[in-house]
């Protein structure tokens, strides 16, 4: 693939991915056709900001786990309100990069 569509999709989607693993994604990316940019550029990655307010606001129910596909712990939050708000301030605590790690195993399924 082209180098500066890699570029390109990095500066869309940079800070929606773990920076340690950008290296990674790029030799990945540099190894398909750009055909398949079109399908890699369609995945809908999950800001982390967005998924902290979320978080913040709805996560003593389990919103969040429920957007990342956690649905065990979402129920395990929803019925016991985030565990008296423990598992709440845990997810606030590590939810960046949970998202992040989300949206990178998303982006691997495609490459």
Do not use: H
């Amino acid at each position: 693939m082209d180098t500066n569509k890699i570029d390109m999709f990095f500066v869309a989607n940079g800070k929606k991915l773990p920076a340690e693993k950008a290296v990674l994604i790029r030799e990945k990316m540099a190894q398909i056709d750009d055909s398949r940019y079109a399908t890699i550029s369609s995945v809908e990655l999950k800001d982390p900001t967005t998924m902290l307010l979320v978080s913040i606001f709805l996560g003593e129910l389990g919103v969040d786990r429920f957007m990342l596909g956690e649905t065990g712990m979402g129920i395990l939050k929803l019925l016991t309100a985030g565990l008296c708000g423990i598992l709440w301030l845990i997810d606030l605590i590590g939810i960046t990069k949970k998202v992040k790690e989300y949206n990178y195993n998303e982006l691997m399924k495609i490459l």
